[in-house]
């Protein structure tokens, strides 16, 4: 695997040069402005002490706070976290959201804890940031494997720390701790809203648009669930441990709800309480992503596509729901050969948008129902797509680089509101 993070920033001085932006504004987004890395003990129910690396960027703040999840994972790296925390500063600018791009981890396999080792995990993480995240600095959220009730544990932590409450210093919180409606769903959501209009440019026929998606977590299953009941055939998922693929198409609920209740990815349709196993094949992730589809969905981990096993790739249109799915090399090959892809700062920025209302509404401490969640979702993704096509088309480049280009546009005009060299050398 290439470092992500030189990968990032090859990506963005690149796009930088054509989009035209100052210098001086790519020079400040070439590395993070503040970093903090910790160890966290954890007391272990067998009562040593085991100490587990965390690790948080505040990657950009021109915008506004800075805004991004904490991942749970063995392969987090400073690397990794470093790249995320550019992605969401992108991100967040081209949603036009008042946030800058933060992002955090822990090295750990949480699989191997109990549910007491990752409470008492999640607070060591707390404590240990408490000092470098809040409301108005830099403001948390789930990614993978972590989840709503991590959230609520850490917003507690914060809370006995500071002795206040705080609902706004993290997003993704269970509802009745401050979450917002519509936030367990905003990624798939916000994907499957894009997909919905590049199938009205492209004229689709959901019926006859076969589907993959890679990840069966939470934004892969709301992505899958919503395109299935609009009429797609989502014709194989996966998980960390591998595939199911069917030509006649899964039932998303009932793989959801085997998985919840066995743990396994299991090919089951369910009615009522009853499930059975239905024609399928057992696939590998890398089975599935070569798979001939007309749509592949990566919903899980970075780098999956890369230049030893693009040339496998059959599908023609790619909406990336995971964060940097494709590595940079590879990317240059789908574009040669004319593949569509859905950039992630685009795909999958439903999660931060609603993140966004959830902060709103912790700071105001008035609620929204689920109608006007969706609705504003539906108003800031529509915004951001056309805004990227109507560039893609005008300036003529891809979707990634017509959304960067959005992005950088929007970080460059605050960064050079402060003034830059043109401003200081005297010639304004
Ligand atoms: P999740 O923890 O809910 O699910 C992760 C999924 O990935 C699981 O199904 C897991 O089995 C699968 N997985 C893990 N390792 C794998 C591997 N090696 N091969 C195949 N599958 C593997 O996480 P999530 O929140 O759904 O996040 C998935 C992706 O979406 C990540 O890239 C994340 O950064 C991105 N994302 C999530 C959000 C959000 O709000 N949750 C927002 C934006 C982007």
């Not at 599935?288 to 899980?300: E, G, H, Q, R, Y």
């Not at 729901?321 to 590879?330: C, D, K, R, S, Y």
């Amino acid at each position: 695997m290439t470092d992500l993070f030189d990968d990032a920033l090859k990506r963005v001085r690149q796009l930088s040069d054509s989009a035209g932006i100052d210098p001086e504004v790519v020079e400040s987004l070439m590395q993070p402005k503040a970093m903090m890395k910790a160890a966290l003990p954890v007391r272990m129910d067998d009562g040593s002490t085991r100490y587990f690396t965390g690790y948080r960027c505040r990657f950009n703040d021109v915008l506004g706070p800075t805004k991004g999840g904490i991942r749970y994972h063995p392969q987090v790296s400073q690397a990794e976290v470093q790249a995320l925390a550019l992605w969401m500063t992108i991100k967040c600018a081209l949603l036009g959201l008042p946030f800058g791009g933060g992002k955090g981890g822990v090295v750990v396999n949480p699989k191997e804890l109990s549910p007491m080792e990752l409470e008492r995990l999640s607070r060591s993480y707390m404590r240990a940031m408490a000092d470098f995240v809040g409301p108005e600095v830099d403001i948390p959220a789930p990614d993978v494997y972590t989840n709503a009730r991590i959230m609520g544990w850490m917003m507690d932590e914060y809370e006995a720390i500071r002795r206040l409450r705080a609902p706004g210093v993290i997003t993704g919180k269970p509802i009745p701790l401050g979450g917002s409606l519509g936030r367990d769903e905003a990624t798939g959501r916000g994907a499957y809203l894009c997909i919905r209009q590049l199938a009205e440019k492209r004229g689709w026929q959901p019926d006859q648009t076969r589907v993959a998606v890679q990840g069966f977590g939470n934004a892969a299953y709301h992505v899958a669930r919503l395109l299935q009941a609009d009429g797609y055939r989502i014709v194989a998922v996966s998980d960390s441990k591998g595939g199911i693929h069917s030509e006649q198409g899964f039932d998303i609920d009932s793989l959801w709800k085997e998985k919840q209740s066995s743990r396994q990815m299991r090919a089951v349709y369910c009615e009522q309480s009853v499930c059975q196993l239905i024609e399928h094949r057992e696939i590998s992730n890398e089975e599935l992503l070569a798979l001939d589809v007309d749509l592949l969905i990566p919903a899980a981990l970075e780098e999956v596509i890369r230049a030893d096993n693009v040339d496998n790739v059959k599908a023609k249109t790619i909406v990336e729901v995971a964060n940097g799915p494709i590595a940079t090399e590879a990317e240059a090959v789908l574009d040669a050969r004319g593949v569509t892809i859905v950039p992630d700062v685009l795909a999958n920025a439903g999660g931060v948008s609603v993140s966004y209302f959830e902060w709103v509404q912790n700071r105001s401490g008035f609620p929204w129902d689920l109608p006007e969640v969706r609705d504003k979702l539906a108003q800031y993704m529509s915004r951001a797509f056309e805004q990227v096509w109507q560039i893609a088309e005008t300036e003529g480049l891809s979707l990634r680089a017509a959304a960067y280009t959005a992005a950088l546009r929007r970080i460059s005009e605050a960064t050079t509101a402060h003034g830059t060299r043109e401003y200081f050398k005297g010639d304004n």
